[in-house]
């Protein structure tokens, strides 16, 4: 085949259109996503754990070190094994943070489990490991710390804990491909680790995402578990003559078409997160006047940690109006954004968890949180009028 389907980035942007001159998002691409697409095609493999997907598997091993790298349908699928591999039980309980998505808590509930909500520090709104150890009880099973905006959690104290009380801990590194904690990879840290290639994140498929498995005695249930309850990941392998139902599981390949997609974007890795990190530099560096002012607080990055600029988020002062800000962004065609709706406060979150103590940090921080638009070759002029704007709105 030759290359005549790679396109560049400019072709790409004429194919779509936004309603917004700065959007928030933008998906994006190598060039080379529908060339792998066709190959696929061309080879005859579109099902799950086809060439493309064991290149991605590859990638995964060699890249974060964790025993076995397992491509999934999404992040949420990724948690999803990780409460089965867990074997989690109606009434277990799992510490995490309220300030996350919901597929965090939706899996162990799905399991009949009870998420623990503790709260987050101040300074990276990740879950304080200061006040894990007072939330665990006899119902206690796991801690899911959420390694939010790509930046880590204060993993060796997690873990010491959980090696104490006997615990299990699943990362939840939705938002940590290519961020390391201490030299180590986000997700290959803890006893297993989530991984999303939504179109949000750094490096995408589209929907999709990844179980990491770092404790040897689960890979094999885990690639049981992701086939259906069945082996026949080993019977491919020849090491059964026939593959048979093992366990409870599910369907949780993804296509090899998705997997195509991504190992285009798994080729530029490096190259994304350096354009990524070009970029929040250039916004950390335009915004220090404001937070020198006390208008509002930037990002703040742990010694340890080197994040993958996932995101690029500021903390408004709680005197300013952050619906204002929103609107004036909207205004100047800007999409800017909060993020989540604590958990704690939601509706399925009060019925299936609760929460340890007030969460005083998360309700504070939550309430002050703005997004800026982030992708990787968002323009200095396009970040230069988001900065202009929210001065403005601001100040």
Same mark, same amino acid.
């Not at 890979?219 to 086939?227: F, G, K």
């Not at 690029?312 to 109006?321: C, G, H, Q, R």
């Not at 002029?381 to 100040?395: C, K, M, N, T």
């Given at each position: 085949?030759?290359?005549?389907? =790679? ?7 004429? #194919? ?12 994006? /691409? ?7 697409? $066709?190959?696929?095609?061309?080879? *005859?493999?579109?099902?799950? @754990?086809?060439?493309?997907?064991? %290149? ?8 974060t070190g964790c025993n076995k790298g397992l491509l999934t349908h999404s992040c949420t699928a990724a948690l999803e094994m990780a409460a089965l591999l867990l074997d989690i039980q109606p009434g277990d309980e799992v510490l995490m943070p309220s300030y996350t998505f919901v597929s965090t808590a939706n899996a162990f509930v799905l399991r009949g489990g ?17 006040? =894990?150890?007072? $939330?665990?009880?006899?119902?206690? %099973? ?16 997690? /873990? ?17 491909? /290519?961020?390391?904690?201490? *030299?180590?990879?986000?997700?290959? =840290?803890? @006893? ?12 995408? +498929?589209?929907? *999709? ?22 082996? &026949?990941? &080993? ?14 599981? +599910? ?45 509002? %607080? ?12 996932? /995101? ?8 300013? @109006? &952050?619906? #204002?800000?929103?609107? +004036?962004?909207?205004r100047n065609e800007i999409w800017s954004v909060f993020h989540y709706v604590p958990l704690h406060s939601s509706p399925a979150g009060k019925r299936y968890g609760r929460p340890h103590g007030d969460l005083d940090v998360t309700n504070q921080q939550s309430e002050r949180l703005v997004r800026l638009p982030m992708w990787a070759g968002l323009s200095d002029?396009?970040?230069? %009028? ?10």
């Open positions: 085949m030759t290359n005549t389907l =790679i396109l560049n980035e400019a072709d790409l942007k004429i #194919m779509n259109k936004t309603n917004y001159q700065i959007p928030f998002n933008w998906p994006h /691409m190598t060039g080379k996503e529908l060339y792998y697409i $066709a190959e696929a095609h061309f080879n *005859g493999s579109l099902a799950g @754990d086809g060439p493309f997907t064991k %290149r991605c598997h590859a990638w995964l091993e060699e890249r009870v998420p623990v909500f503790v709260d987050i520090r101040e300074d990276t709104l990740n879950l304080d490991e200061r006040l =894990i150890e007072s $939330a665990i009880t006899p119902r206690t %099973r796991a801690i899911a710390p959420v390694h939010y905006a790509g930046v880590a959690c204060e993993m060796d104290t997690i /873990m010491a804990i959980a090696q104490k009380h006997g615990l299990k801990v699943v990362e939840d590194a939705a938002q940590g491909v /290519m961020s390391t904690y201490k *030299g180590r990879a986000l997700g290959s =840290i803890g @006893d297993l680790g989530a991984y999303s290639f939504h179109e949000t994140k750094n490096v995408i +498929s589209g929907e *999709g995402g990844a179980l990491l498995v770092n404790s040897l005695g689960m890979s094999l249930r885990a690639e049981i578990i992701r086939e259906k309850g069945t082996d &026949r990941s &080993r019977f491919f392998r020849g090491e059964v003559d026939k593959y048979t139902w093992q366990e409870v599981g +599910s369907s949780f390949l993804p296509g090899e078409l998705i997997a195509a997609f991504l190992w285009a974007q798994l080729e530029e890795a490096d190259r994304i997160t350096k354009e990524r990190l070009a970029c929040w530099q250039r916004y950390h560096e335009l915004l220090e006047p404001l937070e020198t002012k006390g208008i509002l %607080r930037r990002p703040i990055i742990p010694d340890d940690c080197e994040h993958n600029a996932h /995101m690029y988020y500021v903390l408004l002062v709680p005197e300013i @109006d &952050r619906q #204002m800000v929103l609107n +004036s962004f909207k002029e396009q970040q230069d %009028r988001v900065v202009e704007v929210l001065r403005s709105a601001a100040g």
